[in-house]
Structures are given as structure tokens and as C-alpha cells.
């Protein structure tokens, strides 16, 4: 085996740290920045125990059989369900995958750790000074927080604080970039899985300047400093921070895919070129299809929602659809090399399934794409959006983003880093197995018949569909109410399924036999040529020939035809011509 020279790092005494190869993985963990990841890891998952609690509450008072909580509970509930999964589980993780992606990756220290410490501890007390505020009362403002309904300033100064924890990290994740390119720890490019994370950490800065744009004027309005905040102007900008927040976590879970795919089969992406350029779609388009989210808006031109949902938004959607087809295509021509060439799709029966890093992630890939992406592109249209607007259809179409999509990717990504960065096995390794189908299955189910209810105008957030004693009632179809309760049965499933993934993680840290942690040194050390991550360590392509994924993709695509046409039939038949 022949290993690089390199040239030794400059010895400061803030580079005084040390370096440990993990002999499963052969991927190198700096101590200082280990100490972090696993830090941020676990406190995700302290969010998620949070939030998937919250669930409980939320889906059985949806569940229309059981009505569970009284109106002020739910709507305090349901505001701390959303936030407490969309940011606080989702962005912690994305802080260790961010010094995953620098750090381990690029096989460097991290730049400054202790500002990484502070920007924790701001997170942290964000995080929880939100959550007392919301648990008070008074705060039950849904995660989108819409002035002139106001909230407590407890509440605002949460979310303030732990964005500013965020943007100090990203920092230090781009601080960290620049000590591996001086310190020439890495060859050539930076890796693919890298290149995405830079591009999360980019679109993240963006995201969260809009955040403190809007949300420190509507704190200091709690506080009664600011008199007037525009609602236009709040949605707006808000919208230019919430709907790229859900960039951020798309560009870091497929980054974890091309990392899940170079871990599990050493696929190298099909073209390093074409992927990179698919992020970087993301960066100049994704924020101005935010303007989806303001469809229904007076006060915004039609011309340019129609320029931005029309137009602007397909470069987005083309850059996922990229990504979509290039991940399973690098899959395919990795496992085609392999020998596993026998028809279309050998290489696909023949993959790790019940390895629940890979079936998570592919679980993640396909639900993310058929269920989010097509049903994203019918409620971004904007006459078809008529339809759904505001309906429970909303959160049908974002659970399948951020749940299928990022959650699962996350969930099935911790399945690696529990030997590889917590040094433990995983127990109950059974459960471990079923985890991402019991999870993904009753998810896609759970997106599908929230879709169902909201295409018959069931209304999101509502806590009464059957609006008892109103003056003017509203006949439901069965349909809905069926959609309804299904959606109760496939939410409490799911609930289920990530109660297994908090059991057998936690479990692991808790009780999993100690793994040995590999050699210590002083100084970083090449990438192991024959370890298995090194491909998700380096820079490269491997060619386009896949034609199973061609297949899939035509799949794809004649159901995505077929579900637009669907819904201009449906709107057709809103106004009759009679
Ligand atoms: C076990 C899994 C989960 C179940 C059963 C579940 C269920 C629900 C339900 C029933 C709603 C209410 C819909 C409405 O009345 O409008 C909801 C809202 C929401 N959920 Fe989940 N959820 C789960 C996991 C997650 C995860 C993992 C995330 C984020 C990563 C998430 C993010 C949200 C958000 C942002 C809202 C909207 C809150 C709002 O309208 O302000 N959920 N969820
Ligand atoms: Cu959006």
C-alpha cells in the first residue's frame, strides 16, 4: 500500500490536538472536533425525543374519532412540534454534519473550536428559551409567526440567539476549509460530499441574515420599541428564510447521500462536474422560488409570482432532479463493476437492504423525489396552488421533504456514526433493520392521505375539521374524514418508528459494546488508500452508463406527468362552463 508524503502542519499551539483513524471506516476524527460533532449529534436528538412526543398530541387531536386536546393546547403543541423538529432537531444535526463534512472529511482540525463551543451554547440556550416561551402560553404562534400576531419576546430572543449560535458555526465551518486548504491536508478538489456541505453552509448564511431581518424588528415590537411591523413585508422576508432553511437541509442530505452511496457500494459520483453544478443551481435559484410560499399574497405582482414560481423555480427543481437521477446512477454503475450486470436491475436487488444506512437512504431518495418533489412542482405552480392552498395538503408535501427526505437521511446516516464516531456498537440490531421501512413506509402513507384530505380542502392547522357548533357548517365528504383517520393510524406508526431509532441509538451510546477507537497522532494522516470511505474522500467520477436508472427515471417521470395533468383536470372543474 503506498501512502502520500505530506507536509507536516505548522505547530501552533492552537494546532496542539490529536488525530484518531478509526479502523472500521479508515476516516480520521480530529479529538476537539469529535467532541462537537457528538455534542451536536446528541442534542438532536434530544429535539427530535421533544418534537416526536409533540406528535402524539398533534395527531391525535387530528384523528377525527379522537379530538384528543382542547383547542389552546393544540395550537401550543403544534407550534412546538414544527420547531422543535424543523429547526431545532434538523439544524443541530446539520452542525455536526457541517464539521463532519470540513473537519473528518478534509481530515484537518477544526479551525476554532471554541468558538464552535460558543456557537453551541447559543444554539442551546435558544433552543430552550424558546421552547419555555412557547410551554408558557402565549406563544402559540405556529413556526411561522406571522405578525400582527405577536408572541412573547422570550420567544423571538430564542429563535434570535440560536440563529447567531448557527451563523458563528458556519463560520467556523468555512474557517475550517481554509486550514485544510493551508495545512494542505486533502488532494486536488475538495470531495463531492464536501462541495455540499459548502453549498448548505452558503445558502445558510443567506438564510439566516433574512431571519434576523425580520425577526429582530418583531421582537423589538414584543418589547414595544418598533410600533409596526408590515405584515406584507414580514411575509416576505420571512418566507426569503424559511423557505431557504429547506435548502439548507436538502443540499445537506444529498450530500449525505453521495457520502451514503461512496460509503456503501464506493460509488463515485457520475460526474463531479454535473453534481456540482446542480448545487450550485441551488444557490442562485433556490431562494427566489420562496415566492411559492406567497402565492395567495395581495400586494405582490402577478408577474412576478408567475417569473418566480414559473420560471426561477425549475432550475431549482432541475438541480434535485439531477441529484435524484445521478445518486442511484453512481449506485448502479459502482455495483455494475462489481459484476452485478444481470439485467436491468441486478445491481439493485443485489444491494445492501438490510443495512439500514443504505435502505434509509434510498427509502429517503425515491420518497423524497415521488412524493415531495412531484407533489412540490403541483403546489408551486401557481393556478394549481389554488387548490391546495393552506390545505392539510401543505404539510402532506413537507413531511415527505423534511421527514422522508432530511430525517431519514439523518436517521440512517447515525446507523454509520455510531461505530464509526461514538465507537459503540448497535444494539438490538434487528430493530435497527426494520427501523427505516417501519418509519418510511407509514410516512409515505401518512404524506399520501394528508395529500388526499387536502386536495378535498381539508384545512392545515385546524383543530376542529367537523367546525362543531359554527353558524355555518360544512358537509364533508367520508373521503375526508377516512384521509383524516388514516392519517392518525399512519402518524401513530410512525411515531413508533422513530421512538425504535431514539431506542436503538440512545440505546447504543448507552449500553453498545465499546469499540476500539483507533490509533492516536499528533499530526493528521493520509486518507488509507483501501479504506472504505475513501471515495467519499476524494474527488472524481465515475461515467454515465446506468440503464436501470434511465428506467427509474422514466418511471419518474410519467407519474409526474400524469399527477400535474390530474391536478389541471381538478382545477378545470372548479369553475364550471355550463
Ligand atoms: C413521527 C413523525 C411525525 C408525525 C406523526 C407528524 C405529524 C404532524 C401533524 C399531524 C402535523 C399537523 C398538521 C396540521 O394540523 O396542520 C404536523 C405539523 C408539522 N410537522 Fe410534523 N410530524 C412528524 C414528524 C415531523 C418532523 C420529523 C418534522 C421536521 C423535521 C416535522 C415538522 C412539522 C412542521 C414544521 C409542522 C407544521 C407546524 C405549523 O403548521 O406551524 N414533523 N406534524
Ligand atoms: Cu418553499
Not at 485 to 510: D, E, N, R
Request: glycine residues 10%; aromatic residues 14%.
Amino acid at each position: 500500500m503506498t501512502t502520500v508524503a505530506y507536509p507536516a502542519p505548522p505547530a501552533s499551539p492552537s494546532a496542539a490536538t490529536s488525530y484518531r483513524t478509526c479502523p472500521r471506516t479508515g476516516l480520521q476524527f480530529e479529538a476537539k472536533a469529535e467532541r462537537l460533532m457528538i455534542v451536536n449529534a446528541v442534542t438532536a436528538v434530544v429535539a427530535l425525543l421533544v418534537g416526536g412526543i409533540l406528535a402524539i398530541g398533534v395527531v391525535l387531536t387530528r384523528w377525527p374519532s379522537i379530538h384528543w386536546l382542547p383547542a389552546d393546547t393544540f395550537y401550543m403543541v403544534l407550534t412546538a412540534h414544527g420547531i422543535d423538529m424543523l429547526i431545532f432537531w434538523i439544524i443541530f444535526f446539520e452542525m455536526a454534519v457541517l464539521y463532519f463534512a470540513s473537519s473528518t472529511l478534509l481530515r484537518c482540525r477544526l479551525a476554532t473550536p471554541n468558538m464552535a463551543w460558543l456557537a453551541f451554547a447559543l444554539m442551546l440556550i435558544g433552543a430552550v428559551t424558546n421552547n419555555v416561551a412557547v410551554f408558557q402560553g402565549g406563544s402559540s404562534v405556529m413556526m411561522t409567526s406571522y405578525v400582527p400576531m405577536m408572541a412573547s419576546p422570550a420567544f423571538y430572543l430564542g429563535l434570535i440567539l440560536f440563529a447567531v449560535g448557527a451563523l458563528i458555526g458556519c463560520f467556523v465551518f468555512f474557517g475550517t476549509l481554509v486550514v485544510a486548504r493551508r495545512e494542505k491536508t486533502y488532494e486536488g478538489s475538495v470531495p463531492l460530499v464536501t462541495f455540499g456541505a459548502i453549498t448548505a453552509a452558503i445558502i445558510a448564511v443567506f438564510t439566516i441574515a433574512s431571519g434576523a431581518i425580520i425577526l429582530i424588528p418583531t421582537f423589538l415590537m414584543s418589547i414595544g420599541v418598533v410600533k409596526e411591523v408590515d405584515a406584507l413585508i414580514y411575509r416576505t422576508i420571512w418566507w426569503a428564510f424559511g423557505h431557504s432553511s429547506q435548502q439548507i437541509n436538502v443540499s445537506a442530505h444529498i450530500a449525505l447521500w453521495y457520502a451514503a452511496a461512496a460509503i456503501a457500494f464506493g460509488a463515485r459520483p457520475m460526474s463531479e462536474r454535473v453534481s456540482r453544478g446542480a448545487f450550485l443551481l441551488y444557490i442562485l435559484f433556490l431562494q427566489l422560488a420562496s415566492a411559492h410560499h406567497l402565492l395567495a399574497d395581495p400586494g405582490l405582482s402577478t408577474g412576478w409570482k408567475v417569473m418566480n414560481t414559473s420560471y426561477f423555480m425549475y432550475f431549482a427543481v432541475l438541480a434535485s432532479m439531477i441529484h435524484g437521477l445521478t445518486i442511484p446512477g453512481a449506485i448502479e454503475v459502482a455495483q455494475r463493476q462489481k459484476g452485478y450486470t444481470r439485467g436491468l436491475f441486478e445491481w439493485l436487488r443485489k444491494a445492501p437492504w438490510s443495512d439500514p444506512t443504505f435502505s434509509g437512504v434510498f427509502i429517503a431518495i425515491i420518497g423524497f423525489g415521488f412524493l415531495g418533489g412531484i407533489s412540490g412542482v403541483m403546489m408551486g405552480t401557481e393556478q394549481l396552488n389554488m387548490l391546495i392552498h393552506n390545505t392539510i395538503y401543505v404539510p402532506g408535501h413537507f413531511h415527505a421533504t423534511v421527514v422522508v427526505g432530511t430525517t431519514l437521511t439523518f436517521m440512517a446516516i447515525t446507523y454509520f456514526l455510531i461505530p464509526a464516531l461514538f465507537k459503540r456498537e448497535l444494539i438490538l440490531k434487528p430493530l435497527a433493520r426494520i427501523q427505516p421501512w417501519l418509519f418510511g413506509g407509514s410516512m409515505y402513507f401518512f404524506c399520501l392521505v394528508m395529500m388526499g384530505a387536502g386536495t378535498l380542502g381539508v384545512s392545515r392547522r385546524h383543530w376542529d375539521m367537523a367546525f362543531q357548533g359554527a353558524a355555518l357548517g360544512y358537509e364533508w365528504p367520508g373521503a375526508a374524514y377516512l384521509m383524516m383517520g388514516l392519517l392518525g393510524i399512519a402518524g401513530v406508526v410512525a411515531i413508533a418508528g422513530g421512538g425504535i431509532y431514539i431506542l436503538v441509538t440512545v440505546g447504543s451510546l448507552l449500553f453498545g459494546r465499546k469499540l476500539e477507537g483507533g490509533e492516536a497522532s499528533p499530526k493528521f494522516t493520509p486518507v488509507p488508500r483501501a479504506a472504505p470511505t475513501a471515495v467519499a474522500q476524494s474527488y472524481g467520477s465515475a461515467g454515465f452508463a446506468a440503464p436501470g436508472t434511465f428506467v427509474l427515471a422514466m418511471i419518474f417521470l410519467l407519474a409526474f406527468v400524469l399527477y400535474y395533468f390530474i391536478n389541471w383536470k381538478y382545477l378545470g372543474q372548479v369553475w364550471g362552463l355550463s
